[in-house]
């Protein structure tokens, strides 16, 4: 397993926030995440009677609900000119749900990735930055199999492959990844210092599922609240997988480029603030 060495001398700010060092930082410690990863993924499946079908289970189920009460009960149009077909209506939701799920599975796990994993503090020479990847990579599980789903239900109901655009998906999601890892090593931190930081998270996250146009379309957003939400990495990676997966239209590359660059400085900025405060948590734990 591979080692980090820790000097006595503390960084600088910049060396924190050297890009080249969290990437050879990362790239040095895969193994252990991949392994990290798959126990973590074997534990949360193994002991159930269902094992994995419970991935698939959970994901229908509140789909299901949210198409009866969006969908239903509270009817919604995609397209105001024409009534919407209740299962692409489905499908439009789940794939906002499942994009959406990345970040908050990660935003979600944050506050618990170090305080719950004292054993590891302990030991000097353990790269505790490798955790939130290690959580990102059973995220990642998890969202590969919300695609699974999400595809199962485009071929029962619109009865032909998705459209070539669909294969864009990777890339459209990278603002949410980096996002999503922001949010883990910065409240992993934080919550070291601030135990009750896992309640506002809690509210923080439903705040945010419902700002993000899951059960509705950003063209519905009063035009003065939809400039702000426009360049959200949520809101775009949102938008951005429906035209794609669902319209076959190509994405608005200009508000993505825009929302990865500050995903990605968030990224680092949160990465050096973990690899900045880490040396205090042995002390706090």
Known sequence: ?????????????????????????????????????????????????????????????????????????????????????????????????????????????????????RNYVKRVVFPLEVLSIADFLSCLFTLAIGLGVWLAGYLAIVRQLPPPEALLFPVLVLPVALAGLAASWFLSALTVFVRDLSNAVEMVSTVLFFLTPIFYSLDHVPPSFRAVLRYSPLTQAVESARAAMIRGEQPDWSAWAITLAASGLAALFAFAFFTKSRRAFADVL
């Open 1 to 117: 397993m591979p080692t980090a060495v820790y000097s006595d001398r503390p960084a600088s700010v910049l060396a924190h926030l050297n890009p080249a060092r969290m990437l050879s930082t990362l790239w040095a410690h895969r193994a252990l995440a991949l392994q990290l990863a798959r126990r973590d993924i074997e534990s949360r499946y193994k002991a159930q009677r269902l094992g994995l079908l419970w991935a698939v289970l959970n994901p229908l189920v509140l789909l299901a609900i949210y198409t009866f009460v969006f969908g239903v009960v509270f009817p919604n149009r995609w397209n105001a000119a024409r009534e919407e077909h209740l299962g692409l209506f489905a499908l439009n939701v789940f794939l906002g749900l499942v994009t959406f799920g990345l970040f908050r599975d990660l935003f979600n796990h944050a506050p618990g990735l170090v305080v719950a994993n």
